[in-house]
Nanobody, 116 residues
Framework: VQLQVSGGGLVQPGGSLRLSCTVS????????MGWYRQAPGKQRESVAT???????NYEESVLGRVTISRDNTKNMVSLEMNSLKPEDAGAYYC???????????WGQGTLVTVSS
């Protein structure tokens, strides 16, 4: 199973970014998906998750600013981030969890920098 991440980059405070993660090598609909963030010197933490049937959950600090979505026809999960703050910065990782086998997979990190 491979997770290919795209997006990220440098954005000014208040700006927007979209991250995407495409899954290959398995049946996408078998997976709960999520995005995690790791800031320098800190542990990796969940930002948002979406279940197989499209139900999203969000870390409290991003509520109302971030939307996670999945497209099972494209094997893709996306994270739309708006009104970005400096504290949103970090390496963002895509995560897949197979609901049947409990196997978990990570994509490569993509760096989000929020700075003026």
């Amino acid at each position: 199973v491979q997770l290919q991440v795209s997006g990220g980059g440098l954005v000014q405070p208040g700006g927007s970014l979209r991250l995407s993660c495409t899954v290959s090598g398995s049946i996408f609909s078998f997976y709960n998906m999520g995005w995690y963030r790791q800031a320098p010197g800190k542990q990796r933490e969940s930002v948002a998750t979406v279940s197989r049937d499209g139900i999203g959950n969000y870390e409290e600090s991003v509520l109302g600013r971030v939307t996670i979505s999945r497209d099972n026809t494209k094997n893709m999960v996306s994270l739309e981030m708006n009104s970005l703050k400096p504290e949103d910065a970090g390496a963002y990782y895509c995560h897949a969890s197979n609901v049947f086998t409990r196997m978990e997979y990570w994509g490569q990190g993509t760096l989000v920098t929020v700075s003026s």
